[in-house]
């Protein structure tokens, strides 16, 4: 019984799949993306999951019984093709949610987002239900998905579990379209020595979550037994809240001459309509969800990452 990832070149999907890996064995992992990244992979099918019928022939051949599908057109991107980014958001998860109705697999988890909240949404402390009225194509499919999700739970039972992920900081692949990608942009600036420019205002707070964190917390709640799980459209899920200016001052304290300059874009538009802190306190009592990376430990973490894997010659003051 395999677990299935989609979108495992992704910046969640790379290292989800490390850790599935390692907990369950290489073989019992398999996964897809539109590309292929290593021609000797055995364990990777090349799909574009929109085709319904492709999608359908890997559940034909494998057993698979736990789906992750983390593929996605992400804010940003998805404002520059909005009639793509939808389809491509809502076909898939469509797609397998009707599979999962036959019974072809067990349980599905599909990441939501802070962008399915929106300009009327109260901002600091974000509770779990609150007005939602998003204004990017991003967040109008997250906000759709979750009501399918919660949807194909309680008209066929079918046992989907999902997070809203806040922004996901990590080294080890580049993310690509989101608004919040300027915070893993100011580290690779700060480890070659350049100055950056951020597209977002200094003073712009957003919930942020350092990726071994965001994958510990997809793990959970999968683990969790079904009965506790109380929320099946998605869970508010929290960590830290920063703004552009207090990430570049605790960047400083490795990299002291580190300089950013701010020329906020239409992406700081998307940003405003988003929250600056977000009550997660339903996933933390229904799945005991805690987070361990603060701002500092992030930062340390990031740094040391990168420059151990890809900036060998920078220096950081520890
Ligand atoms: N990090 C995502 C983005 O910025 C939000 O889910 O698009």
């Known amino acids: 019984m395999k677990k ?31 590309v292929r990244n290593d021609e000797a992979d055995k ?6 999951a929109t085709d319904s019928d492709a999608l359908r022939a890997v559940f034909e051949r494998y057993r698979i019984d736990d ?30 949610l009707e599979l999962g109705r036959e019974g072809l697999f067990h349980k599905l988890f599909w990441p939501s987002s802070i962008a399915v909240f929106g300009p009327h949404t109260p901002k600091e402390n974000t509770p779990q239900f609150t007005v939602m009225d998003p204004d990017t194509v991003y967040g109008i499919s997250k ?22 992920y806040p922004g996901i900081i990590s080294w080890k ?17 700060a480890l070659r020595r350049e100055p950056y420019t951020c597209y977002i205002a200094p003073d712009e707070r957003l919930p942020m979550m350092y990726i071994d964190d965001a994958i510990d917390a997809t793990v959970r ?9 109380n929320i099946r459209s998605s869970y508010n899920l929290a960590a830290v809240s920063f703004t552009p200016r207090e990430l570049e001052a605790a960047i400083r304290r490795y990299v002291p001459d580190f300089q950013v300059d ?36 992030m ?20």
């Open 4 to 34: 299935f990832i989609i979108g495992s070149n992704g910046q969640i999907g790379t290292e989800l799949r490390l850790l599935l890996e390692k907990r369950f064995g290489y073989e019992q992992v398999l996964a897809a993306d539109i």
């Open 43 to 48: 364990r990777f099918v090349l799909l574009d």
């Open 67 to 96: 789906v992750y599908l983390m593929a996605a057109i992400l804010s940003a991107r998805a404002e520059q093709m909005p009639r793509k980014a939808w389809h491509v958001n809502m076909s898939i998860l469509h797609n397998l």
């Open 143 to 164: 906000l759709a998905g979750e009501r399918w999700m919660e949807y194909y739970y309680e008209k066929y039972g079918l046992d989907v579990r999902s997070v809203r």
């Open 173 to 189: 692949t580049r993310p690509g379209g989101g608004t919040t990608d300027y915070a893993v942009e100011m580290f690779h600036y």
């Open 221 to 229: 709640l999968m683990d969790a037994p079904a009965a506790g799980i």
């Open 262 to 297: 701010y020329v906020p874009d239409f992406r700081q538009d998307i940003a405003r309509t988003w929250p600056d802190s977000i009550d997660d306190s339903t996933a933390r009592r229904d799945w005991q969800w805690e987070h361990r990376y603060d701002l500092d430990a």
């Open 299 to 318: 930062v340390r973490a990031m740094l040391t990452g990168l420059q151990k894997n890809l900036y060998p010659e920078a220096e950081l003051s520890f």
